[in-house]
């Protein structure tokens, strides 16, 4: 061995054994904080550039993510689908009746959706223009929304019920329509009575509230909506802040095909056209003793109309810097559909199935994982924090996805759910990272890129004693002595 190369080996080795001697302390004050007397603590630290490990702690330890799950998600759907992959919902007619319109779901989360900016009524105004220039007048049209290639069970069973029937729990669908949400309006000036419903937006015409809400002083929202899915009956508990004229909160829109298909309807009968019967194909599932593929229950003919979505790119970062579960849950089923192509077959369950195959074939041990969800919702996910940083390490080092991946995430400081972290510190802009929380959870994982220090990391903390502002300033403290 050439001289140069040895020197270089042994500093090599030297900074390595002196990275893991100064963080060792910092180690030991996070694990040593107070508000983490009762938790469990997991830590893990890689270098990006060598893999090597520079920190660990109980890191093969499964523990829950909270939202720190969606960096699965999002890796395997770059992985699988492209970061140029769109979502297309096709308006056409059926070839074998001319009366009837289909609309086509390809599960595309973003139809309508507030994410991006867009107009949220664009799908249905080209969709009438498209229809009213093809159809010929003075005939009666009907709709049949195709709803049905994710199946019907939208949400994981094992979601919580304090979440039903809320804006963040809502199901994920063959078709999705503002964010498969809306708003629900309320007075709240009279100080001694219930809040006054006032109205919903989008207009739910068919859904039934028991309102047991209570108001508040403290000018917080603790208003909740709950309910299943496909049921029109929603119970409103929890209390909302006093003295408003209008304050609103949000829920799911129970049968989001059923919804669009009668927005759409809505929107042709004012630019002219008849239009009777609405069906979704989820109906004839439910009229059939077997659920079947029901694609014999309509012909695709001339499509009149395409909406394509964002690039898969623009949806992950939506995902990851905001932590969209709706588009999340999305996402795993389209990842379980590519892979399981019969309707019968369960796409979450398929999804799930893909995620621990492909990071398997990675290289990556899965042992750690247990996914119920592409969100991170269900308190039943657990993984460890190596195997998170594994999963950073090895799609940083992935030329055709790695900016696509790293963009994605959120910077300390400055944005989405990261804005308040590390602000006003050194390391502000210079983590790119996903955050978790859930009751009793806390867990960040992502990038530290600070001149020569390139890191991948993963903290997760379950079941503190202490506020989660002590955790989250004690989760800094070690990321800043790092």
Known sequence: MHKP??????????LLFASFIFAQPALERFGNHPALKHASVGVSVSDLETGRRILSHNSELSLTPASVLKLITTATAVELLGEHYRYKTDVAIDADDPSRILVIGSGDPTLGSEAFGDYPETFFTVATDALKKALPAGREYSIYVVDNLFGYEGVSPEWTWIDMGNYYAAGAYGISIFDNSYRLFFDTTDRNSCPQILRTVPEMKDLIFRNELKLNNTGRDNGYIYGIPFSNERALRGNIPAGR??????????????????TLAGYLRDAGLRIGRVETARE??????CCSDRSDRY????????????SLKEIIREVNVESNNHYAEHLIRTIGRKSKSNLNEDALGAGIAVISELWKSRGLSVSSLQMHDGSGLAPQNAVSPQFLTDLLVYMYS????SSAFFDSLPKAGQEGTLRSFLRDTRLSGKIAAKSGSIGGVLCYAGYLVDGNKKYAFTVMVNKYSGTYAQVRGAIEQLLLNL
Do not use: A, C, W, Y
């Not at 190369?5 to 030297?14: A, E, G, P, V």
């Not at 992935?398 to 996805?401: A, L, Q, S, T």
């Open 5 to 14: 190369m040895k020197r270089n080996l042994l500093f090599s080795i030297f």
């Open 245 to 262: 004229k209008e304050f609103s909160i949000k829920g799911d829109i129970p049968d989001p095909g059923l919804f669009l298909g009668e």
């Open 284 to 289: 004839d599932d439910m009229s059939q003793v």
């Open 299 to 310: 012909r695709v003919g001339r499509v009149l109309f395409t909406q394509v979505s964002p």
């Open 398 to 401: 992935r030329k055709d996805h």
